[in-house]
Structure formats: structure tokens, C-alpha cells
């Protein structure tokens, strides 16, 4: 007898076990049915269902050939409804419906419809999907946690009234204003809509998230024309900087007449760790989906305010079977979010996974709303997605989305307004703030959670994976993490691997025929070749616009050098052949055109590891910013070492931007103080053509050369994806440049010191760089505008009796951040003239000529001829690729054998009052490999 009851027991355990385990599928989380639609028909009709209508926590099936019209509200919350292969759901488009729900499920080729392009949910009524609060699913029943909410891989079809989703203020309102006054009629707006006016204040202060959050929410009373009243009073004002007054304020609608929402919108677990109440919605291996003017309300609940807890990367392997479980983990999975379109572009059945092509038709979102998501309003994961004129509002980690990098689409129009991380991690502490050695990283560090795959937590506005999506006319405001950032490094997902480009679908031949043709011809000759998401085709950036932010545009690891393999018979994916054909290379080109950026918490433009950076009219506002140094503590060798601003309008400053940089035709006014307007790389060929600055801060932050471009063991900095030669240092100023303010112009500013400077959230000196002959590094500064005549502009340091190198505790022959790091002995205290007498080098590799003059243009260097390098930059200028094809980008070394000429009576906007500005951002290293991936459902 008990060995049969433990037989009995057994056999109960494994048929419990299996069938909870087969649980593990969107499908089968919505459970046997138990009620089954038997015709097609109204819901509210018991003949529908055989008799008798489906009651409270029924779960509910819709078979193929038959398809059930939501004609009304119906009053009974489910369990789950399953739409099966061929089966419908329709809801009715004249009258008000409402369908609740815990989980709703469609197969492929199912459909879900609320109202369609031909027949849209009428303008007075309202369409209702609630995911309803009916006591969860357990971890055993739904391991994924795909309930609450809907897994939809069908056709889904939700048309509301069309209505203008934001508008432009024609008058700025200010506080106790009840009237907005637009550029042009509020099309679909009513009276009882609810409107957002985005927030104008300046950001000035570190702690609280409140200057990123002056939005405020109103209704709509009364409609004339372009003219809007509303109520409450507005309590502030919003209003562009004084200096600038015709900068764009927007205001954007709320209200849509379909609405998703969640019956239960509390953020954590009703009870136990795994009860989140709040639906999502994912789209699930499927493109066939169009929404327009739907308005996602109170939906996602993955939280980016904490840390994801389903799988753990840290191996960081680009291998299909990276990845592991994290203990006690799914708290906190990823991928329950408002709006997610999961894979529905990508063919996985060859690996790398790559997208469909011939490209499928695009999924569409437009028009529609995400308002307050814990995580991610709008997402594009693996799939081709246009998201046109679309609204975000109160998201907290990233409002709109690419996740994986081999995405295709586009985001076009939309306006993400309050993107607000709680913990303002950026702002807060963008290094550690109590030593500029010790510490960190801060949460400042974009890839913090990198061992998590967690990426945009930081309240970003935009967030790209890749370069390959369009974007063009959107706008932020309110986030407490970038408005637009390219983290371009792929994501290595659970059974998929290394997320990579496809030549098809990335460098497609209708659009780029020679490149198209070129990687062709590269990958038959080369058949292990990948092409990576570094190195995608970029797509537009233009007339993008942010205010109200930390940082506003940056770019992580875009055309990088340093991840070049080459080896064309690597079997292991970590190292397969990513080189590239030097046709290429040479054209790859992230152009940002017609960018607006004002109200800058910490910086406009900013950028870490990337080259081949063009920046063009661009205007950059510096109005109300703050205007001191950032303060980590104080300060071990004030010296030598550099104070960072607190806010900087183009920032270039770091080791690993490297190659080719244009900065033509930008405004950059309104920095003042201590803050820069822009800062150029330090070991890069940068030309700035043209442009307006009007700062009574720093214009232009000239910063010497850091790593020399061979050392002692013939190694040479930068030499990588797109340079065969060790990179140097050149700097062009050329075209139309002028100034508005008498001071601080052109600032040279040489930090001599033996240590790295870490890109932000590490602290602001951190171990000594590789190289200990980097003073050595050449540069060149040609001046080649207004009063200039191809004069090459020196360094103080660089002249010759100027000692680069200082021995005892209080030189800088040590790193200071680690004092057993040193510069040999034999090239302390001596000046460059000795310098170049004893070892044939001197700082920078030209001593400044003693005809040298001054001008009030130039703080902290003199104008002379160009001085021929000495040492051992015998290793040829950088190139692009394998061969020189010639760059109408690159400064180059033209005409400085010419005698240069300063013209002593032009207009001069310079000033004689020098400030040494910032040793600034770097990372520690090279980065340790390359990075990993994500969920896989």
C-alpha cells in the first residue's frame, strides 16, 4: 500500500509537472478554454457561445471561421481569450465598447481589430481594452510572465479618430495663462482632451529630478480656430531663453478614443514577488500590425528603475548558448512593455539571425500615445517598424526604442516629453563626487547593467542599438538621460547569438549600390565575413530637436577603430572577420544635421569611441545653463590637472575618438562661466568649418594630443577598422568662423599628465596611460579663416624653453593616480629645445617658432609657420581603409609649407583674458570585449 500511494504520488507529481511545464509557451499560458464561441456574432449575444454568455474568470476561445463583434461594454472580466487561427475579434465602431481581460492572446493569422483604415472608431465614441486584475498567473503556470497582458502574432488592426498628435506654440504662455495660441489648427483635438505643455525651465541643479518634470497637464475647454483654452491655470511659465526667442514650444495631446489600459496600475507585486498587476503589449513574430490614435494608458511592467533579473550575460560571449538564469530571478523580466514589436523582422533559423529580405511590409504606429510606463513606451526589437508622429509621456527608462541593432524602420515626428528616471543617475553624480582617484562607476555609466544586457534605464528619449533606422523632425523634452543616444554595439541574445547587420537589409543595392557592391564582393572573396553593427550604413539624423535634458546627443562606439578582426578563417563567433573593404570604410559618415539643443542639464552633443562624426547646422544654446566645475572633492594636483565644466555644448574630448570629425556651420551661443561651448577630440583630424559662436564661456576648447601615435614597441595608437597608420592629431579651422564675444575664443589648453582621463561615471583620473611617451604624440592646429592665413597655431608648452616634464611630488613625472607609474628620468626637467637635442622629439613634435606672435583670438598659444614634426612620426598620416581615396573631410597637411600670414588689422572678436579649461572624459581602457545580449521568448 505505500509503495503504491508513493507510485501514486509520482505519477500525480509528473503529470502536474507536465502540465505546468507545457505552460512555457504564449499559447498555453492562456489555459484550456472553457467556454468556446460557437458562431460568429455580437458578444453580448448568448447565441454566440451556445447559450449562455462567458462569466467572470471564464477563459475564453475563438476557433478558426469564427469571428465576435465587441458591440457594447461588456460588464465580465476573463481570465484569458485565445483567438485562434482563423478566428476573429472585431469591436464595434459607433458605439462605445469595452473588453476586460487578464490575457489576451491571437495565433498567426488570427486578427484583432478595432476599427480599420476604412472604417476607424467613430470620433464620439470610445473603444476600451482593459487588462483586468484577476488574480494573476503563478511562476509555474506562466514562467515567461507573459500575463497580464497581450502576446499578439496575428493581424492586428486599432484605428481611432484621427487627431494631430503635437503642435507648436505660436505664443509662449507664462504662468496663470488659460489659452494656447499654434501655428496651425488643432486638427481631431475636443473639448475634455487632455494636453501636455512640455517645461522650459533651465536645468540648474544636480539633486531632484524637479527641473525635468515642469510639464504640466490640462484640459481642453473650448476650441477657436488655432486657439485653445483650457483649465486649470498653467503655474509657471514656459517660455524660451530670452537670448532666444524663437525657439520652438510644444504641447501635446493626450487623449485618444482607443484606449489599452491597466485595471490595476500599481508598478510592483500585488503580493508575493511575482503578482505585477499591469497588461503590455507585444507584437510576436509579426509585422502584420497598424495602429493609429490609440492611446496606451498605465501599460508595461518591467521596471527600469530597478535592474533586470531574468538572464545574466556576464560572460559576455557572442556564442548562441551565452547566458545564464539569474537566481531567484523574473521579479523584474524585460520585454513587458507598452508597445513592443518582438522579432517580427528577423529569420532565425540561420545564425547569425538576420533580418527577413526581401523586406516585408513595415509595421505601422502613428498617431498614438504611451502614457507612464515603468520601462519602455515604443520598441522595436528585431523588426521593421515606422513610428510616425507618436507621443511618449512619464516613461522611466526609455521612451522610444531599438533593442537588438539589426533593426530597420524609422522614427519620424514623435515627441517624447517627461523621460524620468527617479534617481536622476546622470546629473546626480557624473563621476564620483568625493575623489577625482577613487571610486565609481557611477550610475552616470550608460552600460552599468551591461552584465544584465540592461541598456536605457537612465530616462533616454531615443534609444538606437544601431545606426541603421531613419530619424528625422523628433523632439524631447523632460529626460534625465540622453534625448538621442547610438549605443552601436549588437546585443547576443539567448539562442540567437551576437546580433549582427545583413548586407540586404542594411546597405540595401537600391539605395547604396557601390557600397552594396562592394561588401558583396568583399563576402564572396571572404565567406566567414560579418558585417557588425558598428558598421552599419547610417541612416539620417536630421532636424531633431531637445531641451530639458542630461545629455542630448551621443554616440557610443560608432565606426569605432578598436574592433577590427581580421582573420578570415576564425571559426569562433567572438572573432569572426568584421574588416571591411576600403571603398567602405572610407564613406562611412554618422551626419547629424539641423540639430536644436537647448536647456542642457550636462552636455549637447557628446561622444565616446566613435570617429568618422560629422556635425552640421546645428545650433547648440548654452542660455541659464550652470557655468561652474563639476565638484568631485578636491582637486590632488590642480597643477596639471584639469577641473571638468559642469556643462559643455559639444564634446568631443576623449582618447578614443579617433579619424575623421567635421563640425560645419553650427551655431554654439549662450555658455558662459566655466562652460565650454566645444571641445575637440584630442587625437583625431578634426576640421571646423565655419560656424557662429557666441559664448562669454570657452568657444572652442583646443586639447593637445594624448597618446603618442607609435611607442616604444612600434605600436601605434588608433591603427584599427578605418586607419592602416597610427593616428595623430591635426586641427583645421577653416570657412566663415565668427565670433560674438571679445574672450576666450580659441583656448589651447595642454594637459600634461601621465593619466588616463575615463570617459564619465569613472573618476576623473584613473591609472596611468599605456603609452609614457605620449607627450611626444604630433599635432597640428592650422588657423585658416578671417585674420588667418594657413598659420599654424603652438601651444604655450611647445615652446622651447618650456619644461613638459617636471620630476619630484610636485612635477607630473608620475601618474598621479598612480605614483609608482613614471616617465623615465632621462627626459625629466629638461626643455623641449633639450628634448630635441638629446632624443631628436619635442612636446607635441614642434617646438613654437621664435617668430611666434600672439593674438587676442588665441588663449594659451602662439601663431607661427608650420614646424616640421621631429621623432618618430615618420609612420605617414592617417588614412581611411587600405588606400588613400581622398577626403574633402580631413585637414591634411595642405598649403602649410606656404608662408602664413595674420592680417593685424582685421576685426578681431578675441580677448586676452586666458583660462586653462578641462583635461576631460576618456575610459580607463579599451573596452574588454565586445557585449551580449537579450531576452529570447
Not at 30 to 52: D, F, I, L, R, Y
Not at 194 to 203: A, E, F, Q, R
Not at 316 to 338: E, K
Amino acid at each position: 500500500m505505500n509503495r503504491l500511494n508513493y507510485r501514486t504520488l509520482i505519477f500525480i507529481m509528473v503529470c502536474l509537472f507536465m502540465r505546468q511545464g507545457l505552460a512555457t509557451t504564449p499559447v498555453q499560458v492562456a489555459g484550456t478554454p472553457t467556454v468556446t464561441a460557437q458562431v460568429s456574432g455580437n458578444w453580448s449575444e448568448p447565441n454566440t457561445w451556445g447559450g449562455e454568455l462567458p462569466g467572470d474568470d471564464a477563459r475564453v476561445f475563438i476557433p478558426a471561421g469564427v469571428t465576435v463583434i465587441v458591440d457594447r461594454k461588456i460588464p465580465q472580466a476573463y481570465k484569458s481569450i485565445r483567438i485562434d487561427t482563423g478566428g476573429a475579434v472585431k469591436f464595434a465602431t459607433d458605439v462605445d465598447t469595452e473588453l476586460k481581460t487578464e490575457y489576451l492572446f491571437s495565433a498567426m493569422n488570427a486578427l484583432l481589430e478595432i476599427g480599420s483604415n476604412t472604417g476607424p472608431v467613430l470620433d464620439n465614441v470610445t473603444a476600451s481594452l482593459v487588462f483586468a486584475e484577476r488574480g494573476g498567473t503563478s511562476s509555474m503556470e506562466d514562467p515567461n510572465r507573459y500575463a497580464p497582458g497581450a502576446v499578439l502574432m496575428g493581424k492586428t488592426t486599432m484605428h481611432g479618430a484621427q487627431k494631430r498628435s503635437w503642435l507648436i506654440l505660436a505664443d509662449h504662455p507664462v504662468a496663470g495663462a488659460t489659452e494656447f495660441r499654434f501655428n496651425s489648427a488643432p486638427t481631431g483635438w475636443r473639448v475634455g482632451d487632455k494636453l501636455v505643455v512640455t517645461g522650459t525651465d533651465p536645468i540648474t541643479q544636480t539633486t531632484s529630478t524637479e527641473e525635468f518634470e515642469k510639464d504640466e497637464v490640462v484640459t481642453i475647454t473650448n476650441i477657436e480656430g488655432s486657439v485653445i483654452t483650457f483649465t486649470p491655470a498653467l503655474v509657471r511659465d514656459h517660455k524660451a531663453p530670452a537670448q532666444a526667442p524663437d525657439l520652438d514650444v510644444h504641447v501635446a495631446n493626450l487623449t485618444r478614443n482607443i484606449v489599452i489600459s491597466s485595471e490595476n496600475i500599481q508598478v510592483t507585486s500585488l503580493s508575493g514577488e511575482f503578482r505585477k498587476p499591469r497588461g503590455h503589449m507585444m507584437f510576436m513574430h509579426t509585422l502584420d500590425v497598424d495602429l493609429r490614435y490609440i492611446e496606451a494608458n498605465n501599460l508595461g511592467r518591467t521596471d527600469k528603475g530597478t535592474i533586470l533579473d531574468d538572464w545574466d550575460f556576464s560572460d559576455l560571449d557572442a556564442n548562441q548558448n551565452t547566458g545564464m538564469p539569474v537566481q531567484d530571478g523574473l521579479r523584474n523580466p524585460r520585454g513587458r512593455y507598452s508597445i513592443h514589436f518582438h522579432r517580427g523582422g528577423l529569420d532565425t533559423s540561420v545564425f547569425p539571425a538576420k533580418p527577413i529580405f526581401p523586406f516585408p511590409k513595415a509595421a505601422h504606429v502613428e498617431g498614438s500615445v504611451v502614457n507612464t510606463d515603468p520601462g519602455w513606451a515604443y520598441v522595436n526589437h528585431s523588426a521593421r517598424v515606422n513610428f510616425v508622429r507618436n507621443v511618449s509621456y512619464n516613461v522611466v527608462g526609455g521612451a522610444f526604442n531599438t533593442e537588438s541593432g539589426n533593426e530597420t524602420g524609422s522614427f519620424i515626428e514623435n515627441i517624447a516629453i517627461r523621460t524620468v528616471n527617479p534617481t536622476n543617475p546622470i546629473m546626480r553624480a557624473p563621476r564620483p563626487r568625493d575623489s577625482y582617484i577613487d571610486g565609481g562607476p557611477t550610475n552616470s555609466l550608460v552600460d552599468l547593467r551591461e552584465h544584465r544586457q540592461d541598456f536605457a534605464w537612465q530616462g533616454d528619449g531615443f534609444w538606437f542599438h544601431s545606426t541603421g533606422v531613419k530619424v528625422e523632425g523628433n523632439v524631447v523634452s523632460g529626460s534625465t538621460g540622453h534625448a538621442y543616444v547610438y549605443w552601436t554595439e549588437g546585443l547576443v541574445e539567448k539562442g540567437l547569438g551576437m546580433a549582427r547587420g545583413d548586407i540586404d537589409a542594411h546597405v540595401p543595392e537600391s539605395e547604396f549600390p557601390a557600397q552594396h557592391q562592394a561588401l558583396k564582393a568583399w563576402q564572396a572573396e571572404n565567406p566567414n565575413f560579418v558585417l557588425d553593427i558598428w558598421y552599419l550604413q547610417p541612416r539620417p539624423f536630421k532636424n531633431n530637436t531637445a531641451y530639458n535634458f542630461a545629455r542630448g546627443v551621443q554616440t557610443y562606439y560608432t565606426h569605432t577603430e578598436f574592433h577590427r578582426k581580421t582573420d578570415p578563417s576564425e571559426t569562433d563567433p567572438n572573432s569572426w572577420m568584421n574588416d571591411l573593404p576600403a571603398s567602405y570604410k572610407d564613406q562611412l559618415d554618422m551626419v547629424f544635421d539641423g540639430t536644436v539643443l537647448w536647456n542642457i542639464g550636462r552636455v549637447g552633443f557628446e561622444h565616446n569611441h566613435s570617429t568618422n562624426i560629422t556635425i552640421k547646422n546645428s545650433r547648440i544654446l548654452g542660455y541659464g545653463a550652470r557655468s561652474g566645475y563639476e565638484d568631485y572633492g578636491v582637486n590632488p594636483a590642480p597643477a596639471y590637472v584639469n577641473d571638468e565644466p559642469e556643462v559643455v555644448g559639444i564634446d568631443m574630448d576623449y582618447y578614443h575618438n579617433t579619424h575623421r570629425w567635421t563640425l560645419k556651420d553650427n551655431i554654439i551661443e549662450g555658455f558662459s562661466g566655466q562652460s565650454v561651448g566645444m571641445s575637440l577630440p584630442k587625437n583625431a583630424q578634426v576640421t571646423i568649418d565655419g560656424g557662429v559662436f557666441n559664448n562669454s564661456g570657452t568657444d572652442i576648447l583646443i586639447n593637445a594630443a594624448s597618446e603618442h601615435i607609435q611607442n616604444e614597441d612600434g605600436e601605434g595608437f588608433g591603427v584599427g577598422m578605418l586607419s592602416k597608420s597610427p593616428t595623430r592629431s591635426e586641427v583645421t579651422l577653416q570657412g566663415n568662423i565668427t565670433f560674438g564675444n571679445p574672450t576666450n575664443n580659441i583656448v589651447m589648453n595642454a594637459e600634461i599628465i601621465y593619466d588616463e582621463v575615463p570617459q564619465k561615471a569613472f573618476p576623473m583620473i584613473a591609472g596611468a596611460k599605456v603609452d609614457p611617451l605620449y607627450f611626444f604624440a604630433p599635432q597640428q592646429v592650422t588657423l585658416n579663416f578671417g585674420p588667418f592665413s594657413q598659420v599654424t597655431a603652438y601651444f604655450d608648452e611647445q615652446d622651447g624653453d618650456y619644461v613638459p616634464i617636471r620630476s619630484g611630488l610636485s612635477g607630473n613625472i608620475c601618474a598621479i593616480s598612480e605614483m609608482t607609474e613614471c616617465v623615465s628620468n632621462e627626459y625629466a626637467d629638461k626643455t623641449n629645445l633639450q628634448l630635441k637635442q638629446a632624443f631628436s622629439r619635442s612636446f607635441l613634435g614642434a617646438i613654437t617658432p621664435t617668430d611666434a606672435t600672439t593674438h587676442t583670438m588665441v588663449i594659451g598659444g602662439k601663431l607661427g609657420a608650420a614646424g616640421d614634426d621631429t621623432g618618430d612620426d615618420d609612420t605617414g598620416d592617417d588614412d581611411t581603409g587600405d588606400d588613400d581615396t581622398g577626403d574633402d573631410s580631413s585637414t591634411g597637411n595642405d598649403g602649410l609649407d606656404s608662408q602664413p600670414t595674420v592680417d593685424p588689422n582685421a576685426q578681431s572678436s578675441g580677448g586676452s583674458f586666458g583660462i586653462v579649461i578641462l583635461g576631460f572624459l576618456s575610459l580607463i581602457c579599451i573596452r574588454r570585449r565586445i557585449f551580449v545580449g537579450l531576452l529570447t521568448m
